[in-house]
């Protein structure tokens, strides 16, 4: 007739199994074994751990984030992560932004949601965070600044970028000091590494991706310039330790020799390669950039090296194709562990609902073993600017429709039978 705390109550009917006692007789072996227990057990006060300051709490951090996204990014076939962007705009409604997010986690199942926009990351962090302890859980988030002048549409890189990112890379530790120091201050402002460094940790990103020119580290680079390149390496991957995150190397192609030389690369040194960037910066994931997805030629790297580190593979193709599944199959034949789609394959001014619905069916028929082309039906349902008082949207509207094959084939007289209707020639059931 005592009044039992919930605490007590459920460590006992823990002790019971529940497979083996039901209804009346699990309540007797609770009673029974509430009875057992001495009164001190139910008073005593559960061991707090010691508070942790200062590097340790940072050096956690940085290892949930990282174990996080290496579990995500492997699976038993080829993962799939989407990349979504804002194309440049300033203000988004936060509703489109939540639900974008919640596509991309339900409907599309992505592996990990890379963003491009620090207006776009805020909203996409705290909406997986509101999903944390259920099924499916929240999705890591990688956060990847345009470095080097990317753009949704194809846009070459400049020639000169490799010496500013390779300065960067080697003002790493510098950068992350700033970015530590101003992280509450508000939103990033600044350009290069460190923007992108202050940023990611403002808004808790799991990850951050940061370019790695090839040309710096590939067979025909100067031993000395290939040594730089790894100390800033050093320096970057201590950088994001410091802020909590984990960094997520993105080797690129900027020069057509380099990008000649990556189909002629064997997978050893392509292993090699992938090693020293790994041990540099202590990263459990890189990603290759689309520019450099040949990189090994028929298997990307050698079955040890792509067991110990995680080798990701960009997938940009244009829109409109149905290059999708053949581009992520290749990557999965040569060894690649995931897939990165990038904002390059999405339809050209595309809101951001349809982006999360795009997705959606994207990485489904990626997963699909039949092969069937959705771009073509995806467009029908596109809720784009496509009214009547605009017949140039309208037009190109048609055009794409017909490239995809949406129109199909037909032909308005295949099914003509030489039948006079107007004459009163008719056909029997």
């Known amino acids: 007739g ?5 605490v007590s109550l459920s460590f006992a009917c823990s002790i019971a199994p529940p497979h083996r006692l039901h209804g009346p007789t699990m309540i ?5 074994a509430l009875a057992a227990l001495p009164a001190s057990a139910f008073f005593l006060p559960a061991p707090r751990a010691p508070r942790r300051t200062g590097p340790a709490v940072a050096s956690t951090a940085t290892a949930d984030a990282g174990a996080a996204v290496n579990f995500a990014l492997r699976g038993m076939s080829i993962t799939l992560s989407a990349e979504i962007t804002a194309y440049g705009k300033a203000l988004l409604q936060p509703e489109d932004v939540r639900e974008l ?3 991309c986690r339900t409907g599309a199942n992505a592996a ?9 990351l805020q909203g996409v962090v705290q909406e997986q965070q509101t999903v944390r302890g259920e099924f499916p859980g929240p999705k890591p988030v990688l956060y990847r600044p345009n470095l080097l002048g990317r753009a949704p549409a194809p846009a070459p890189a400049p020639a000169a970028a490799q010496l500013s990112v390779l300065k960067a890379l080697g003002d790493a530790q510098g950068a992350a000091e700033a970015a530590a120091a101003a992280a509450a201050a508000g939103p990033a402002q600044e350009g290069g590494v460190e923007g992108a460094l202050k940023t990611a940790a403002l808004y808790k990103a799991n990850g951050v991706i940061l ?13 000395a310039v290939g040594a730089e390149a790894l100390a800033g390496l050093e320096a970057l991957g201590k950088a994001t330790k410091e802020l909590g995150l984990c960094v997520v190397p993105e080797l690129v192609a900027l020069t057509p020799e380099i990008k ?3 189909a002629l690369t064997d997978e050893a040194q392509a292993g090699e390669i992938l090693t020293q960037v790994q041990k540099a910066c202590g990263c459990g994931a890189i990603l290759v950039s689309a520019s450099a997805t040949q990189l090994g030629g028929d298997k990307v790297a050698p079955a040890p090296v792509r067991k110990s580190v995680c080798v990701l593979g960009e997938v940009a193709v244009l829109w409109g194709r149905d290059l999708l599944k053949p581009n992520v199959k290749e990557l999965e034949t040569r060894g690649y562990a995931g897939a990165l789609l990038s904002a390059k394959s999405l339809p050209p001014s595309i809101g951001l609902l349809d982006m999360g619905r795009y997705w959606s069916a ?11 082309k959705f771009e073509a039906r995806f467009l029908v349902n596109l809720q784009g600017e496509l009214g009547g008082d605009k017949p140039d949207a309208w037009n190109e509207y048609m055009q794409m429709a017909h490239e995809t094959g949406l129109n199909g084939a037909q032909d308005m007289n295949e099914d003509s039978d030489g ?10 059931f």
Request: with cysteine.
């Open 211 to 223: 370019p790695v020119p090839l040309e710096l580290l590939s067979v025909g680079a100067s031993v």
């Open 419 to 428: 039948l006079d209707e107007s004459n009163g020639d008719f056909k029997g």
């Open 260 to 262: 000649a030389a990556c």
């Open 2 to 6: 005592q009044k039992v705390s919930s």
């Open 112 to 120: 990990t949601v890379v963003v491009t926009d620090p207006v776009l």
């Open 362 to 372: 994207a990485l489904q028929m990626c997963r699909s073993k039949r092969s069937e």
């Open 101 to 103: 997010s919640q596509l």
């Open 28 to 32: 007797k072996a609770t009673v029974c």
